[in-house]
């Protein structure tokens, strides 16, 4: 099996790295400007040769770019499977998956707690949940200038709001796509950038699931929590630190701890996924339901 990595920035790098230690992975080539030694790479999907020969696309580039990059695939190939990293898009787009497989790299989908998380509250009637994602944007990519990253660009696609849509990805795969929501999207500290640094907001699912939500690049303690309460309990998850306390009406806490793994882990899981089963991958059809969210917080902060 061929895979094609479109883009090979640090997340590209990542999905290189990853899909090399997969078996059944025989050839990986890049779409990429940078030259490469030892690695077949195209400048743009343009020029690569022959696109039927490859299995597997990654498409890892700017967000900007994911519209154009998935109709030029689904223009030019028929029953492949193509992974897209999140965000879909930069703002809501209207796309239908004829000719291929698409899926959408929310990668903390795989991540322990969540997977543990998931199967605990199944049988449970949900009554609340409060996320938070947090963390310092010149720190995201050590070595880097972070004003020069396509984060603190508005135009290239970045902003927390889209940069960290895996927590409304993981939300509606919990909870239920939202049904309402009510938000504050702003640029508020002296960062460097022109895109929104800080997401606050709060709604209800589908489900009847109360939730808040706060997503920033401005916490120089870094910070990914997710709490839930329930009929029952109250669940506690550190998607950090790997831990879950939870307490229970009589008034019992335990706390959990989680094996340590890496972070290529989780890639490692989602790209088998995607190669096999295809089980707890983001479909297009969620990815659109992540997007419609975006476009409603967008849509209320304009202007």
């Not at 870094?222 to 309990?233: D, Y």
Request: charged share 25%.
């Amino acid at each position: 099996m061929n895979a094609l990595i479109i883009g090979y920035g640090s997340i590209g790098k990542r999905h290189y790295e990853v899909l090399g230690q997969i078996d059944l992975i025989e050839k990986i080539d890049i779409v990429t400007a940078q030259t490469l030694t030892d690695i077949t790479t195209f400048k743009t999907l343009a020029d690569v040769e022959n696109l039927d020969s490859y299995d597997y696309f990654v498409i890892a580039s700017e967000t900007s770019k994911h519209f154009e990059q998935i109709a030029y695939l689904e223009n030019h190939t028929k029953n492949k499977t193509i992974l897209c990293e999140k965000p879909l898009f930069d703002e809501w787009r209207d796309v239908e998956a004829k000719n291929n497989s698409i899926y959408v790299g929310y990668v903390l989908r795989f991540h322990p707690l969540l997977q543990e998380i998931r199967s605990m509250i199944k049988e449970e009637t949900i009554l609340s949940a409060q996320i938070i994602c947090g963390s310092y944007l010149p720190t995201w990519r050590p070595g880097s200038d972070y004003r020069k990253s396509y984060s603190a660009s508005k135009k290239l696609g970045g902003g927390v709001l889209l940069d960290l849509s895996h927590e409304i990805d993981y939300a509606q795969w919990l909870f239920g796509a939202v049904s309402d929501i009510c938000s504050r999207q702003s640029k508020v500290s002296d960062l460097e950038i022109d895109s929104d640094d800080l997401v606050v907001a709060t709604g209800k699912t589908e489900k009847g699931v109360v939730f808040g939500m706060s997503l920033d690049y401005i916490s120089k303690v870094p910070m990914r929590e997710l709490n839930i309460h329930t009929n029952e309990k109250t669940i506690r998850a550190d998607l950090i630190n790997n831990t879950m306390t939870i307490g229970t009406k009589d008034g019992s806490i335990e706390v959990v701890d989680i094996a340590k793994f890496d972070r290529n882990d989780l890639f490692l899981k989602m790209h088998l996924a995607a190669l096999g089963n295809k089980e707890d991958l983001c479909t297009l059809t969620e990815a659109l339901c992540v997007m419609k969210t975006i476009s409603i917080i967008q849509g209320q902060n304009n202007g």
